[in-house]
């Protein structure tokens, strides 16, 4: 009895056929993968929560999924208005949890960023390719956005007070927004409130156009905006719309 291959070998129908095979089988993969990188780079990704910066809501080893289309328009962006509709579409709201992408992020080539984030998304974002930063600052990290451009804010006894452009007062954060949260605020040395990333106060300033304020809810622990300062727009790579794991607490946000 022949062998499968030796038939190969004297039929060439058979041989086309399997080169059709193998043709039709790579275009597959070649079209999940595709679809697979148009899924993480415009509508949704996974990320790994790394830290306690963003307790009581979050808590690390969770993962969420946060979705691009919530990023603001980027200064100086050259989108076509109809796409830029679409890729910006989800409204960016007070109190939304954002991710913040590194700064090396905006240095990189398309290609670069299509290995990051194909390598991020099998690893839910524990590893990237292109650093291994400790850093905060080069490092993807989740944070509050409390702020928007144009408000006058200060922090009273790690609360934020927000003036928005349009109002002549000032109110609370949990005031301005229609999302609860807690904030999460453990005991330091005394000298430590009045200085330092983990302050409680925090003189006005008044953001400006294309600039955000972002803070943790771990407010003892989180480095944000008290000591980055406002984070421009081309900073938030999106907004975090769901909780996936654990499965106890499943949510969205």
């Known amino acids: 009895m022949q062998s499968r291959d030796s038939v190969y070998n004297y039929s060439y129908s058979l041989k086309q056929q399997r080169r059709s ?31 306690q910066s963003m307790q009581p809501k ?19 962006s050259l989108n076509i208005p109809f796409f ?63 702020a928007m451009p144009g408000d006058t804010v200060y922090l009273k006894n790690y609360v934020l007070y927000v003036k928005p452009a349009d109002q002549n007062h000032s109110l609370t954060e949990f005031e301005l927004t229609n999302t609860a949260y807690d904030l999460l605020v453990e005991e330091f040395k005394p000298e430590w409130h009045e200085k330092g990333e983990f302050s409680g106060n925090l003189d ?18 989180g480095v944000d ?14 907004k975090i719309i769901l909780r996936f794991w654990p499965f106890s607490k499943f949510s969205a946000f």
């Open 21 to 51: 095979d193998i043709f039709f089988g790579l275009i597959y993969i070649l079209v999940i993968f595709l679809l697979c990188i148009s899924i993480l780079t415009f509508l949704i990704f996974p990320v790994s929560v790394s830290s």
């Open 58 to 76: 979050l808590s690390g080893g969770e993962i969420v999924f946060a979705t691009p289309l919530a990023s603001p328009q980027k200064e100086n």
């Open 84 to 146: 830029s509709s679409i890729l910006h579409c989800v409204p960016l709201n007070r109190g939304d949890i954002v991710i913040l992408a590194p700064k090396y992020h905006e240095k990189t080539t398309v290609w670069q960023k299509i290995v990051i984030k194909v390598v991020r998304f099998v690893t839910f974002q524990k590893y990237d390719p292109i650093t291994s930063s400790k850093f905060v600052s080069q490092n993807y990290c989740l944070r509050r956005l409390v």
């Open 204 to 221: 006005p300033i008044v953001l400006g156009e294309n600039e955000y304020f972002v803070l943790a809810d771990n407010r003892s622990h």
């Open 225 to 238: 905006s008290r000591y980055w300062g406002a984070v421009k727009s081309d900073k938030i790579a999106g």
